[in-house]
T-cell receptor, first 115, second 112 residues
Framework: KNQVEQSPQSLIILEGKNCTLQ??????????LRWYKQDTGRGPVSLTI?????NTKSNGRYTATLDADTKQSSLHITASQLSDSASYIC??????????????FGKGTKLSVKP | EPEVTQTPSHQVTQMGQEVILRCVPI?????FYWYRQILGQKVEFLVS????????KSEIFDDQFSVERPDGSNFTLKIRSTKLEDSAMYFC??????????FGQGTRLTVV
């Protein structure tokens, strides 16, 4: 069964600190992996998207890694800011081509950045 | 920057009533989607729509649900007879051929 598991469920860090969020997936066939940021009560906003051949991708203070062999991904946030407080969702796309219906969502990691 | 817009932002309805959730996708996008997120749970796929027809749907999307693109700009989700368990955030998303999906801000549906 296609699954995406994220850890930790929640995380509290102090402003300015770094953190790393984890994602393990069991999805076949794998198409790509995305990290989304979702503020409370808002729609998910894309941070990064990686295909099978990409190991790392950065977007400002966000750096995502992908190990397709172990089926693991991480999202590293550098120098956290209060505005980073949100849920971070790992989403894996299964299937071929662009079938968006095969997006498998993780439950997300709820990050709280404290002053 | 173009964005997917959804209306209303919050809808309260009585159990058994019909609701229509509206979405205006990004104008040059061709693929449209509805997702829902029950409070505290993960986002779940409902349906995808392309070329004026449903291309894929989940088991959640039963006969009580329907989608329509009535006028070439709006994309609607109709729930015929709402149940308490339909209470959730409903997200619309759209994409072009070679882009990822862009999500709207969601409609919070509360069934009382």
């Amino acid at each position: 069964k296609n699954q995406v598991e994220q850890s930790p469920q929640s995380l509290i860090i102090l402003e300015g600190k770094n953190c790393t969020l984890q994602c393990n997936y069991t999805v076949s066939p794998f198409s790509n992996l995305r990290w989304y940021k979702q503020d409370t009560g808002r729609g998910p906003v894309s941070l990064t998207i990686m295909t099978f051949s990409e190991n790392t991708k950065s977007n400002g203070r966000y750096t995502a890694t992908l190990d397709a062999d172990t089926k693991q991904s991480s999202l590293h946030i550098t120098a956290s800011q209060l505005s980073d407080s949100a849920s971070y969702i790992c989403v894996v796309s299964a299937g071929y081509g662009g079938s968006q219906g095969n997006l498998i969502f993780g439950k997300g990691t709820k990050l709280s950045v404290k002053p | 920057e173009p964005e997917v817009t959804q209306t209303p932002s919050h809808q309260v309805t009585q159990m058994g009533q019909e609701v229509i959730l509206r979405c205006v996708p990004i104008s040059n996008h061709l693929y449209f989607y509805w997702y829902r997120q029950i409070l505290g749970q993960k986002v779940e796929f409902l349906v995808s729509f392309y070329n004026n027809e449903i291309s894929e749907k989940s088991e959640i999307f039963d006969d009580q649900f329907s989608v329509e693109r009535p006028d070439g700009s709006n994309f609607t989700l109709k729930i015929r007879s709402t149940k308490l368990e339909d209470s959730a955030m409903y997200f619309c998303a759209s994409r072009a051929v070679n882009t990822e999906a862009f999500f709207g801000q969601g409609t919070r549906l509360t069934v009382v």
